[in-house]
């Protein structure tokens, strides 16, 4: 009874207050994405992979970092003991695979976090005054998008130092241009628009129009492209990491994973491979949740 | 929207707008490659926290270190640094490598020719592959074939490349043995060939060395399909919803009503309007072949830039590190621009408006 009325107080046509509206919109929203069964395997391999980082501890049945028996515990394959096998220091794969899920959230969540503010920050500025302001700062984002991104963010790790930490600033650095560019579209059709000279009449300030209302109205197209970004987020991070650069050892960094099985994969192939696997179902699952989070909330770009 | 694109058309005089269109590409390139050369100098010389270390290596005598000191300009204001830094860069000196001891142009020059042979070989097979490939799950939308290609083209987005790369050496090489394994050529090759253009294929060719073509033939297959795979799945995607968009235009079904031959629609008519975007696609993913190169070198040895790059960063050579970096990113902007001026001859209504 509650479930059917909430249900109608959710898709109600004239929502009775703005968070109704707000609440009524998110649920229209999952209703849709709930019907791309893609994108429904992308939300389940994303939550897998919270819920792993989160439980790592209970999760894991061996050590991450300390190994067994050195004599009689390296290289064992797949096997009950040890489901997918242990690698030349005696360590647990799974066990590394499933602390070294803390690492990979640990960078798609921070570089999110650093390049979508800049992004916006950059592009929503040069679209919403325009003239030198807006020739300035996309020449700027041009430049940056002329590097290829791995590039770009290995020059900057040479030059920084390896380490997790600047693995993370370095892809932030790289990633946020295209934002800036999707941000300043959106926003060069907002900026005219009647309520935007209507909020200006009444003597709003630039930075309150561009925060209050500008933003807004740029963020979920901007959302929708740093999820779709996630996946090559994971695997610049993972490239990284196999040059050597990213993570340092004995972290267990999935891409750092596969360099170190690189020299065993002919005779022991399962010690580069599974962490592969990792790496695939994750940017995978980024992959398809967001297809479909662009088919829902961006059907101009539904082909 | 720039001031440029709302100028009324009268006001250049005689010259054609395409002339005017490539006037402007020519200057942005202008900028955009003064721009890579700052954010490098910014690389190299404001990020880390001393340039000389990062440039002679912490084993430098004390003497050797204040010579680089001077050379470097580091007792000069930065600005005055940048200028020195573009002057050697336009008189094409990248700086010495510490790993290799000779001028980094010249070992740029060196490698530059595998990525080269690489990237094209794996470019022919991403586009002969994947432009069917997209036209076919145009035409079979929906379908379970349409569902096939979009599969293949996530996996190949989401698949690490040097993963991929590692399982395919232990697949083809070492388990089937149906491929050569790392390298250009076998070592019973290699001093077979003299070096003419620097890229195997064309100088086995020209010496009609033919065991030695084959032999390079089955070292490049394995490297550049799986470069190849990685733009056949931007290609493949991007062909579809180019495909789509032709095959609702009116024009379509004008020739239907005219009773043309399905396949002469889809093949003819549709993919030849289809074909202008396309190739400024295949230019981009060209240049994106250039990032995959970094990796999928690393693995399978391949002596290009992107290996040279990878070593590099090994023995923290910066000056190597940001001369292949920077070669990177002007062939990058380069296959840009050649892929707009590209649209500009292909395309008439652009050639026109300018």
């Known amino acids: 009874m509650t479930l059917i009325a909430s249900r109608e107080w959710l898709l109600t046509e004239q929502p009775a207050s703005r968070g109704q509206a707000r609440f009524g919109q998110a649920y229209r929203t999952w209703l849709a994405l709930r019907g791309n069964r893609l994108a429904m395997v992308g939300l389940g391999i994303t939550v897998v992979l919270i819920l792993m980082a989160i439980f790592a501890g209970m999760l894991a049945p061996y050590d991450p970092v300390q190994g067994g028996d050195l004599r009689t515990e390296r290289l064992l394959a797949p096997s ?3 489901l997918m096998g242990t690698d030349d220091l005696a360590r647990d794969i799974l066990s590394r695979i499933l602390y070294g899920s803390r690492i990979t959230l640990l960078v798609v969540g921070l570089v999110a976090v650093i390049a979508t503010p800049v992004g916006l920050f950059v592009g929503t500025i040069a679209g919403y005054f325009g003239g030198w302001v807006d020739t300035v700062l996309m020449r700027v984002t041009d430049i940056f998008l002329a590097f290829p991104q791995l590039v770009l963010a290995l020059a900057f790790v040479a030059a920084l130092g390896p380490g997790i930490e600047n693995a993370i600033i370095a892809i932030a650095i790289t990633s946020w241009p295209p934002y800036a560019r999707l941000a300043r579209a959106e926003t060069l059709t907002i900026r005219d628009a009647d309520h935007i000279a209507a909020i200006r009449l009444q003597g709003a300030h630039s930075a309150r129009i561009i925060w209050g209302h500008v933003v807004p109205l740029c963020l979920s197209s901007v ?10 987020i994971i695997l610049t991070a993972a490239g990284l990491g196999f040059l050597g650069l990213g993570a340092q050892p004995p972290q267990p960094e999935w891409g750092a994973m596969i360099a170190e099985g690189r020299q065993f994969i002919i005779d022991d192939w399962w010690v580069a491979t599974m962490p592969g696997i ?26 | 929207m720039t001031t440029a694109d709302i100028e009324p058309e009268g006001r250049h005089g005689a010259l054609p707008p395409w002339l005017l269109r490539l006037g402007r590409l020519l200057l942005s390139l202008v900028f955009t490659l003064f721009g890579l050369l700052l954010v490098t100098f910014v690389i190299g010389r404001v990020v880390p926290i001393d340039p000389v270390l990062a440039s002679v290596g912490d084993r430098a005598s004390a003497s050797a270190y204040h010579a680089v000191y001077l050379k470097l300009g580091l007792d000069k204001p930065v600005w005055e640094q940048f200028l020195i830094y573009v002057n050697q860069v336009l008189h094409g000196n990248l700086g010495e490598s510490v790993l290799t001891s000779r001028p980094v142009l010249d070992d740029i020059r060196d490698v530059f020719p595998a990525t080269l042979e690489l990237s094209t070989v794996a470019i022919l097979l991403g586009t002969l592959v994947g432009i069917p490939a997209g036209v076919w799950a145009a035409v079979r939308q929906g379908r379970l074939s349409d569902q096939i290609v979009r599969i293949l083209g996530l996996v190949g987005y989401s698949a ?4 991929l790369g590692l399982l395919g050496l232990l697949l083809f090489y070492a388990k089937l043995g149906w491929v050569s394994g790392p390298g250009r050529i076998d070592i019973a090759y290699e001093f077979d060939v003299t070096r003419v253009t620097g890229l195997m294929l064309v100088d086995c060719a020209l010496e009609g060395q033919w065991p030695a073509f084959w032999n390079a033939v089955s070292h ?7 470069l190849g795979y990685y733009s056949m799945a931007y290609i493949s995607r991007m062909t579809r919803s180019f495909m789509l968009q032709e095959l609702g235009q009116e024009y379509i079904i004008t020739a239907r009503v005219k009773g043309v ?27 994106g072949l250039l990032q995959g190169a970094v990796l999928t070198e690393t693995v399978f040895a391949w002596p290009g830039l992107g290996m040279y790059l990878t070593n590099s960063l090994g023995s923290a050579d910066m000056n190597a590190v940001l001369g292949a970096t ?9 296959l840009n621009l050649l ?15 300018g």
């Not at chain 1, 959302?223 to 090559?232: E, H, Q, W, Y």
């Not at chain 1, 179902?281 to 479909?292: A, M, P, R, T």
């Not at chain 2, 490049?220 to 799986?226: E, G, H, K, R, V």
């Not at chain 2, 920077?326 to 380069?334: N, Y």
């Open chain 1, 278 to 303: 990792a790496i695939f179902i994750v940017s995978l699952g980024f992959n398809f949740l967001g297809d479909g989070l662009r088919d829902v909330l961006d059907p101009k770009a539904r082909k």
């Open chain 2, 160 to 163: 690490p490349i040097f993963w």
């Open chain 2, 261 to 287: 031959s399905e396949a002469r629609i889809v093949w003819v008519h549709a993919l030849r309007n289809a074909a202008v975007p396309l190739v400024t696609v295949v230019a981009l993913s060209y240049g």
């Open chain 2, 339 to 353: 892929s707009d001026v590209l649209y500009t001859f292909l395309d008439p209504r652009v050639r026109r408006r």
């Open chain 2, 220 to 226: 490049i297959m394995l490297p550049a399909s799986l």
């Open chain 1, 223 to 232: 959302i929708v492209r740093v999820t779709l970004d996630m996946a090559g």
């Open chain 1, 80 to 82: 009950w003991a040890h």
């Open chain 2, 326 to 334: 920077l070669v990177i990113g002007a062939a990058f902007v380069t």
